[in-house]
């Protein structure tokens, strides 16, 4: 049997290698499967998406696409409304993000952890920033700074996830809406605004969108884009 100067012998050296190729399928196959992304897309209508259902299988034919079997929710709240026109007057409440996503952990298209829990996202130890807020193929979502700037995430939501009751439209009439009147409250993905307010730090409550028409969500600095949680 051949010897290497070290006194290492072909075999040994084989070994050595197998078990190197072991480590790193070992390493790769204990990756996180992408549960977490921005929409690398809207869905071209401005913040009318087809309301929660149409919102949800935009986020599902984008996994699918990307080569997740994982089912994914929206991260979006819709509004309070309340019908002065029955008597007793009719209440339809809001539905709330953070109720809509599962139980967590959340990771990334790289694998990346994004949240353990709900209550780790809305904690100020979340971890979505410009760097791990990615979309679905694992790309990076274009921040403030960049051209066109995309950082305003649709999400009709305060800053725990509940729907907003501030007044007034805050969910473009609970995402049916592409017109110039109404707005959504939108995040920033990458953690930056006009100044360091709290607000404009937020990743899901930041500030309300300019309109809701596909031409109207880029004046403040947004494209219809979602984030996209796995349910299950």
């Known amino acids: ?64 696409a990307a080569g997740s079997s994982k089912t994914f929710a929206a991260y979006l709240s819709t509004s309070m409304s309340i019908d002065r026109s029955t008597d007793p007057m009719t209440i339809t409440n809001g539905i709330s993000a953070r109720d809509r996503i599962g139980t967590g952990p959340w990771y990334n298209a790289n694998g990346e952890l994004i949240a353990n829990n709900v209550e780790d996202l809305h904690s100020d130890g979340v971890k979505i920033n410009l760097q791990t807020a990615l979309d679905e193929n694992g790309n990076p979502v274009n921040g403030r700074g960049s051209q066109p700037n995309k950082h305003d995430i649709l999400t009709g939501s305060d800053s725990a996830g509940h729907f907003s009751t501030a007044g007034g439209d805050t969910t473009c009439s609970n995402w049916t809406s592409n017109s110039e009147d109404g707005s959504a409250i939108v995040g920033h993905h990458d953690r930056v605004g006009l100044n360091d307010a709290r607000n404009m730090l937020s990743w899901n409550s930041s500030h309300g969108s300019r309109g809701c028409g596909e031409e109207h969500l880029p004046r403040s600095g947004g494209a219809g884009l979602f984030y996209c949680f796995a349910t299950e």
Request: charged share 10%; hydrophobic share 45%; aromatic share 6%.
């Open 1 to 64: 049997m051949s010897k290497f100067t070290n006194g290492t012998t072909a075999h040994g050296v084989a070994a050595l290698v197998i078990c190197c190729f072991a480590a790193i399928a070992q390493a790769q196959s204990a990756g996180e499967e992408m549960s977490f992304f921005i929409t690398s897309v809207g869905k071209g209508d401005g913040a009318n998406l087809g309301g929660l259902e149409g919102a949800d299988a935009h986020c599902n034919a984008l996994a699918s």
